[in-house]
């Protein structure tokens, strides 16, 4: 049964860490509850050490340090609560604006929830829909799918990132972790265990909770972390794709995604010089308008942007840009 693979996974873990503590008791204790990304990140092996100069991505993909930021003002009209732009490339932060600062992530949530179902489970998986699934809230972003589809985690993925389907979300949840609530607490463990530690998830889709937050930092790593699966790379990259399962009766169904992301659906122009790969969209009322996106610029330099909170969905896209034109394309 797919659903006891995080489970089975998790026992593992904890036997080893068992015997990791039994060896390590009688050493000196070292706390890593509140860590702090500017001044643990080497301890955590997420960056160079602090004596090691030069390109921190270009041998072993090594997280970048957070603390090497740009220090100049923020752009004009910057009305977002929290903003990141790295370049993934060379491994600099080149803007940061409350980088730690706790916020809603809404609907980008669901790139942990992708990184964690890659980590339980396989793109063949074969997932039910539940009527769990369908039960979100009114007006929520949704997929399609219907009670007793049968979808594969591959396509699953593709209706949770690409409409932003929530319904799609509780699907590889259910079928993965066996409850959405211990999907939530695989998310946590997931988002931990690669050094975001001050991200703390309790729906598996984004929908609103005061206890579901994250920081830019995090997201950063999180979103870092996904790029290292080519099936992200291609989903976050998709205009449409024909999603096709098998529904209830047992007849072929496909249903059309289209990308959330203005940038893929040319609604929007980036500047001349930076080419938009994708990336992850979130709206809610508390959270606001939020993006994380992947970009290359003149120089074929990978580029990561993160903006939470913004206004409206027009300030985004004209906040992101700014963001891009200033820090993005030569640095």
């Not at 995604?257 to 500047?271: A, D, G």
């Amino acid at each position: 049964m797919s659903g006891v693979k995080c489970t089975g996974r998790k026992i593992i873990a904890s036997l080893l860490l068992t015997c990791l503590l039994v060896f390590t008791s009688c050493g000196d204790e070292k706390r890593t509850s509140d860590y702090q990304i500017p001044d643990t990140s080497s301890d955590y092996h997420l960056t160079a050490s602090r004596q090691e100069p030069g390109n921190l991505l270009s041998a072993s993909s090594v997280i970048p340090r957070i603390d090497d930021v740009n220090t100049a003002t923020n752009p004009q009209g910057s009305a977002f609560k929290s903003a990141l732009v790295i370049n993934e490339t060379s491994g600099h932060v080149l803007y940061s604006k409350q980088g730690n600062r706790k916020v809603y992530p809404a609907s980008m949530t669901k790139v942990l929830t992708f990184l964690t179902a890659m980590r339980c489970g396989h793109l063949s998986d074969q997932l039910t829909v539940s009527e769990n699934a369908l039960h979100v809230m009114e007006g929520s972003t949704m997929a399609g799918l219907q009670v007793g589809d049968q979808i594969s985690l591959q396509e699953a993925l593709y209706g949770m990132i690409l409409p932003s389907g929530n319904d799609a979300a509780i699907t590889i949840a259910e079928g993965l972790g066996g409850s959405t609530e211990h999907f939530a607490e695989e998310m946590n463990e997931t988002a931990a265990s690669i050094g975001a530690t001050h991200t703390h998830y309790v729906t598996v889709n984004g929908l609103h909770d005061n206890n579901h937050y994250t920081t830019a930092n995090d997201m950063y790593l999180i979103f870092h972390e996904a790029l290292k699966y080519p099936v992200f790379r291609d989903i976050i990259s998709s205009k449409t794709h024909a999603g096709s399962f098998q529904s209830s009766g047992g007849a072929r169904k496909t249903l059309t995604w289209k990308n959330t992301n203005r940038y893929l659906q040319e609604s929007v122009q980036s500047p001349s010089s930076i080419t938009v790969i994708g990336g992850k969209t979130g709206t809610t009322d508390q959270a606001g308008a939020c993006l994380v996106l992947l970009s290359k610029n003149a120089r074929n330099e990978e580029i990561i942007s993160i903006i939470f909170k913004a206004d409206n969905h027009t300030a985004l896209y004209r906040q992101m840009n700014h963001l891009l034109e200033l820090y993005g394309q030569n640095r």
